[in-house]
């Protein structure tokens, strides 16, 4: 009596690894392929840009160019001045090392970080909140609305949209991108 043959196991299925996987499309779109050459290399690449908070209020028309830059200046100070939270411990260790010091760069970031959430009241206020959380550690809007509250009521997406709004508003004319309305 022959035996019965075993069934080969299925061979798992793997993604197109030059598409965004399932599991991130569903956490917000992208751009479509930009084809550019590598800066270091010179090599042609394509890649593509996930869709951003800012991104999305410009191409609605929400904000203006200009309050699209002043977030972005924002953002970029923020990285700069590393205070995004996230530590890496260093590859070589040198013995009698003092820790992490600051470089110059990121003290000067900090300082211009302050100035900046200082406009608002620091940033446990509303404004300065929404920005280190939505532009500085890149939370999405919703999040940072239900996640951030005042006499523990939530704050609702559309009055979180419009604290985004004022405060990109007021970045612009601070960073000097738009000029400021004069008190009659």
Known sequence: MAGKR?????????DDLAKPSKWRLQHGGFSEPIREAD???GSPVQHRRAVDTLGLMLAHGSITPQMHEA???FRATFRLAALDGMRTTQLLRIRGGAGDLLSERQAAARRRLAAALNLFGGANSAGGSCLWHVLGLECSLREWALRQGWSGRP???VQAQGILLTALGVLAAHYGLQPRERAA
């Open 155 to 157: 704050v609702h997406h």
């Open 71 to 73: 977030g972005a200046m």
């Open 39 to 41: 800066p270091d290399t």
């Open 6 to 14: 075993k069934a080969k196991p299925a061979k798992p299925k793997h």
